[in-house]
Nanobody
C-alpha cells in the first residue's frame, strides 16, 4: 500500500502551496485520512484530518490558514496551505488511519 504525497516546495512567507496525496483506489472513499508534519529536530505533529464523509479537523496552529479536502473520484486528498509562515517549514506526510499507513513525505520550506 502506497500513499504518494507531492506539491511541496520553497515559498516566501505569506505565500501558498497545495499538497496532494494519492492513495490506492480500492477503498479510498471509506478511509479517514490526515496530514502530519515534522520539522527538523522536532517530533512529528498532526496537522489536519478528513473523515470518509468529509468532516474536517485542524490543529490550532493551522486553523484558518490550511484547508484539507478530498476528491474520491481521483483517490486524492489535498492540503491547501495559505498565509504560510516560516514555522510551517517541515516535511509533510499523509496518513491513512486504517492500517496506520504513511506516505513518503514532501518538503515544505517557507522563507522569511
Amino acid at each position: 500500500v502506497q500513499l504518494q504525497a507531492s506539491g511541496g516546495g520553497l515559498v516566501q512567507a505569506g505565500g501558498s502551496l497545495r499538497l496532494s496525496c494519492v492513495a490506492p483506489r480500492n477503498t479510498f472513499r471509506y478511509d479517514g485520512l490526515g496530514w502530519y508534519r515534522q520539522a527538523p529536530g522536532k517530533e512529528r505533529e498532526w496537522v489536519a484530518s478528513i473523515s470518509d464523509i468529509g468532516n474536517t479537523r485542524y490543529a490550532d496552529s493551522v486553523k484558518g490558514r490550511f484547508t484539507v479536502s478530498r476528491d474520491n473520484a481521483k483517490n486524492t486528498m489535498y492540503l491547501q496551505m495559505n498565509s504560510l509562515k516560516p514555522e510551517d517549514t517541515a516535511v509533510y506526510f499523509c496518513h491513512r488511519i486504517r492500517g496506520n499507513v504513511w506516505g513518503q513525505g514532501t518538503q515544505v520550506t517557507v522563507s522569511s
